[in-house]
């Protein structure tokens, strides 16, 4: 723990390199006024926080910079998250009142609405499909032997597969497979998918049976869906060529991002600070992480990926209100 004038004075580094990316001198810090003492007496006190490890001096003579434990202790002690101005708040309203179509178009723009909003990278792991729940399920005839299944499930994802079908299939029948299948599936998930009780007609029984064993094929084995928007922001972020090549590479890595993500939230926490995640090409990096829920469930999260010099309120702030307003977008279905 710091006492009251060496955390003011964190404070003030923690805030000051943030602005201007350079290191952070004792007369910045007695400038500000956030301590009414000496530019020596900061000097004294910035000198001792770097013996505890909360402060750096790249150069000598230079001012200091905060390490990560300096920003975790800034992050853990802010009064409040930090609010987006009344533009930013008016343009996600607008995003979530106007988003429409595919869930993967919306999560797609949520990432690009989340990073232009932070100026960092964005990324949005969508809702495990084995999780939801079965809204409705049609049987749709196309042409010739092709009849199409659709099934719109809770998350808002929309599966959809092609089954080849006997030419005495008409339409009563597709209409009969679409009620008997909604009266077996519907409110179930995906992962529970099995076929549908009998009905005594045997080409209404097929249809059913290749439609459940083409839902289970459409969705089986896949991944978590990771969108990432804004990963060219991380160029401007990092100096080092070879930083920003590195974090580049780990962000195509799905598994990755995806664990990093979840163990961020499993732990408890809303922000990672370079090494502390535990993912050595991010040791310069930060991470802003928020879950959303679907029908009151957990079902993804969203986060920022930032340098650790990152606005860490205004980050917190727009993870929090874009979470809460995709989670009730996908919701209201």
């Known amino acids: 723990m710091l006492d009251d004038r060496r955390a003011a004075i964190l404070q003030a580094v923690v805030e000051g390199y943030i602005e201007t990316a350079q290191p952070v001198g004792s007369g910045h810090v007695a400038r500000r006024g956030t301590v009414a003492v000496s530019p020596a007496t900061v000097r004294n ?3 001792a926080l770097e013996q505890e490890g909360y402060l750096t001096q790249p150069h ?31 343009r996600v309203s607008s995003f979530f009142a106007s988003a429409h179509g595919a869930i993967e178009d919306m999560l797609t723009s949520t990432t690009r609405l989340l990073s232009d909003l932070t100026q960092h990278a964005a990324v949005v792991v969508g809702p495990p499909h084995e999780q939801a729940r079965i809204r409705s399920v049609q049987v749709v005839g196309l042409t010739g032997h092709a009849v199409m299944v659709v099934a719109v499930l809770s998350n808002g994802v929309v599966e959809k597969a092609v089954i080849e079908v006997p030419d005495d299939v008409g339409d009563e029948r597709l209409g ?9 599936l519907v409110g179930g998930t995906l992962a529970g998918l099995t076929g549908p009780v009998t009905t005594g007609d045997g080409v209404l029984d097929a249809v059913c049976t ?6 289970n094929l459409a969705h089986g084995g896949e991944l978590d869906n990771v969108y990432v928007g804004g990963a060219s922001r991380m160029a401007s972020a990092f100096e080092a060529v070879t930083t920003v090549r590195r974090v580049l590479a780990t962000l195509e890595q799905q598994y990755v991002v995806v664990g990093l993500l979840r163990d961020v939230v499993d732990r408890g926490l809303s922000v990672s600070i370079g090494t502390e995640h535990g993912v050595e090409p991010l ?8 879950p959303y829920e679907v029908d009151g469930e957990l079902a993804g999260s969203i986060g920022v990926l930032g340098p650790t010099r990152m606005n860490y309120p205004q980050a917190l702030a727009a993870v929090a209100v874009v979470s809460q307003r995709l989670g009730r977008r996908l919701t209201e279905g």
């Open 45 to 47: 006190e910035m000198a």
């Open 60 to 90: 000598t003579s230079a001012g200091r910079i905060p390490t990560d434990l300096g920003y975790r202790f800034y992050v853990d002690h802010l009064s409040s998250p930090g609010n987006l101005e009344a533009a930013e708040r008016q």
């Open 176 to 184: 009969a497979a679409t009620a008997h299948l909604s009266a077996n």
């Open 210 to 215: 290749s439609a459940v064993a083409a839902l």
């Open 283 to 290: 040791a310069e990096c930060s991470v802003v992480v928020a």
